[in-house]
């Protein structure tokens, strides 16, 4: 098998959203998300890494040209998400709790066919410096 290298760019975005699930009480949303339940929600610096695993194509060296994912993760999620209410403006997590779960999963989702040449490995999405969650399609 040819050697396969894993590439990643980062992106960062801004955005809103509160945590809470139609399956609970208002009283059980609160318990459980606390401060994350705040009707109003409240804001996250986020950070995404995307990574695409594939071989290198000969001509160019690359396993696909970072400036043209960055343009794809940009024209298809940050475009959508960066200063926008996760709960409300997002067509991708329409009724979704936007925990970095489900980001990170509606992420993926659209990103996985546009991938040009290899494919998508994994979405990592931070929601702080010191809790993130990542997602690779299983
Ligand atoms: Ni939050």
Redesign the pocket.
Known sequence: MARQFYVTRREVFSAA?R?HSNDYSDAENAEIFGK?NNPNG?G?NYVLEVVVKGEIIKETGYVIDLKILKNIIREHVIKKVDHKHLNHDVDFLHGINPTAENIALGIWEQLVNKIPNGELHSVKLY?TENNYVEYKGE
């Open positions: 959203h945590l994350c409240h996250h929601e």
